[in-house]
């Protein structure tokens, strides 16, 4: 009985019969974390696009909307909203995968600058703070520290041509 025994735990011992499934258990979270950084990698650049596109297209409809003769003393203060809702609609528009984005803070400005056939030019400067949450960023966690929330700032500039 001992001896049936013993045989038993050396042909265990000596067999490769379930090494192809340790070996693929001791791998597998390496390459799922590997997997995950990339698909949030590429979900955070294409995010990170659209906020941008969203600036820029919120900086020329205030540069083409606003009046020519901003400089001196005018304000971009009342198209707040209209380049939040371009940003926000350019960021959670038309994407087919979860952004994750959360916009912070839309703010307007502008400034007069010389050089230009009209002097002084006013410049129309957009940025947008925005904050992208890591979808995978608890898996981390497994490894360390889980990541924290990206926290970003996306800006945009275009000349004043007035209406």
Sequence with gaps: ?????????????????????????MVAPVLLLIFAVV?????????????????RDAA????????????PGGSV???????????????TGNSIFPTGATIVDVVPSYRCLTGY???????????????????????TGLFGTALGPLDTEVFDQSRVFGR
């Excluded at 698909?39 to 600036?55: E, F, K, L, M």
């Design 117 to 139: 056939r009209v002097d002084p030019a006013a410049v129309v400067e957009v940025r947008a703070q925005i904050r992208i949450d890591y979808l995978w960023g608890g898996v």
């Design 1 to 25: 009985m001992i001896r049936r025994g013993l045989d038993l735990a050396r042909r265990f011992v000596r067999g490769g019969d379930g090494a192809a499934l340790a070996e693929f258990g």
């Design 39 to 55: 698909i949030d990698g590429g979900r955070i650049a294409w995010t990170y696009q659209s906020a941008a596109a969203g600036v």
């Design 60 to 71: 020329r409809m205030v540069a083409r909307i606003a009046p020519d003769d901003l400089c």
């Design 77 to 91: 203060a009342g198209f707040d909203t209209l380049v939040t809702d371009i940003v926000t609609q350019s960021i």
